[in-house]
Structures are given as C-alpha cells and as structure tokens.
C-alpha cells in the first residue's frame, strides 16, 4: 500500500513537471462518454485554463444532453475538429486502454511530447508515458481532485460542480461500495466550493429522461430471464426494438442496474445489439463475483461489480456464452465462500 502511494505522489510530481514545461494541452475519454468521463474532462480543462494552458478537448462521442448543464461542456470537440493539431501532451482520461478514445481518435490525436493516462478502472492498462492509476480512487475526478489538491491551487466554483458530477456518477450517487468517507468529505467540499444544489445535480443527471427511454426498459425488461438458482439475470436489447421505439443503443444505459437489484441476482448482463450485429455487454455484481476478469475474458474490462466488453457474435449466442461463463465464475466463488466461512 505504501509502494502505491508513493508511486502516486511520485506521479502527481511528474505531472507537475509536465505542466511547468508544456503549454499545448489536449484531454480525451472515453467513447459513450459518462459522467466521471465528462466531469473528469472539465475539472481538469478548468485547472489546466486556470495555469494559463492552452487545453482542447476531442471525444468521439457528443456530450450526452444530461451533461449539458456543466459550464463549458460546449468547449468539446469532435473528432473531426482534430484535423492537423497536435498537442504537446495528451492527458486520456478514465479509459482502460488508449483504444477506448475511439478507433479514429487514438490514430489521429497524437500528442508531439508525452501521452499521460489518469484511470481508477482496476483493469486500466499502462499506456501512457505517464500513468496515474489509482483503482482505490472512486472515480476519475477524484483523482482529479486529490491532484489539484495537491497542486495547492484553489478549486474554482465551476471545477467543483464538474468534479463533483463525476464522484456522484460513479459511486451510483454513494450507494456503491466504492464509497467511502473520504467519498463524502470530497462531495461536501466540492458542494461548498461550488455552491450548487446537489438535488440539482442529480435532476440533471438522471431526472430528464426522453420517454422512449422508459418505453425501452419497459421491451427490455420483458426479455429478462433468470437462471434456475437464481443467481444470474439476463436480459437484451436488439435494432428492431431501437428502431421501432426511435432511440438509439445509448438509451439501454441504467437497465442493468435493474435487474442487479432482483433478490439474490448475483451477476447481471444485459447485451445490446449494436448495427455491425456485435454485441455489446454490461455486467454488474453483487460482490462475489470480479466481473472485470469476466470482462475480460471478452477483452473487455472495468471494475469488479461494474464492467462491460463488446463481443463479435449476434445478440443470442452472446448471451448464451456470457450467461456459461457467468455460472462457472459463480460455481467458483461459492467453493472459494465456503473455504472462506470454514476459516
Ligand atoms: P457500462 O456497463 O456502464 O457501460 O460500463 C461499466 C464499466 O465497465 C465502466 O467502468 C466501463 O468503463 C467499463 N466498460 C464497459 N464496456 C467496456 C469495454 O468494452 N472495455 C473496457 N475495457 N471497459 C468497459
Ligand atoms: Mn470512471
């Protein structure tokens, strides 16, 4: 444990370093951008500004509408606004892998000095030339925050709401088990520095849902199937039920998180169909399960009861291959739980 921690202080000096010597900056995240991808982009847009940098940011996918609020969510850009530009240092944000920036975007933003990577996924890969990697962190802001904390610079009034945005995204608004008191001390300060109302925030961020929406989880739900022990819930979402609804793969967001709630539901998985007939998949667990191995297997990755991997086979056989290896990961843990209650 102390090994890491100075690995991070060692880091966050190297980063400051990079930010005495550099001036052209450029952040990116994540393709379907979330909340800690966002909020994290901007905190750091707004530190980095506030140095006196010149900072862009390029993300292959819009701002999602339910982060539109957030001061100068409109100072991001798109892929194709890269064009011949070439940062100094590229900072990638809450990503796992370089390649999660989005095929185009990791082939053509390519910084001229230093790639930096800052992550909390336990299963982040070391590609930059700097990493901080901090899979105690809850969240991507948090690291965030803790490195202009360190800094000693003063978080400013808008930094604060788009910090604290990403902390309440990505502790499923402190309900995970990746919260913690110093997840509620960092919440409160950010509160008090930006003087926001948090029931604000959470309206935003969860209340202002298009109806086809609440029109899909209602196809989605009826799909659902629960494994004969009860310990594994299903469900899928295909074009057709896109297309008749008028919505896209993104509105499948959230409906895992459903089905994670059924009573002994030990691992959840819900897949999308997406239009190249790939199958997209989220995971959810209750604890026993790690379903960022899962993951995985599937070369995918994140964090242990939340991840997700892309799979090159229709909808049905996805399922049917995930729902296997669910059971085997299930059938191992329950021989591992019951060494561990004879210790
Ligand atoms: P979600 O199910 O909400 O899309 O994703 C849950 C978590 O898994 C997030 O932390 C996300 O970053 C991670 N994740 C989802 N899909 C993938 C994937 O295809 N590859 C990797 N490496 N991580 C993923
Ligand atoms: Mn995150």
Redesign the pocket.
Known sequence: MNTSQTTDMQNYGVLFSLFDEYHNFALST?I?P?G??IGSELGLYLFLTKLGKSVKIFNTDAVPDSYRFLPYWDNIQNVHSVRTYRPEVLIVL????LE?IGKTLSKTLLPTHKLVNIDH?A?AEAFGDVNLIMPSASSTSEIIYKLIKHHQTPICKACAICLYTGLMF?TGCFRYSNTTVETHRIAAELIEIGEFAPDEVYRNVYEQLPVAKIRLSGEVLRTLQVTRDGKIASVYATQRMFQKIGTTADAV??I?NQIQAIAGVEVAI?ASEMTDRST?????SQGHVD??QL??E??????TR?????VAMPYPAAVTTLVETAQRYIDQSSSEHGDCQKG
């Open positions: 994540h379907n979330d800690d991808a809450d990503a796992s892998t999660r996924h299963t990505d967001e959230g895992v819900c997209k998949v989220s995971l959810r379903v960022s993951a995985a599937f070369e995918g990755g994140g964090h939340a991840a997700g991997c892309r």
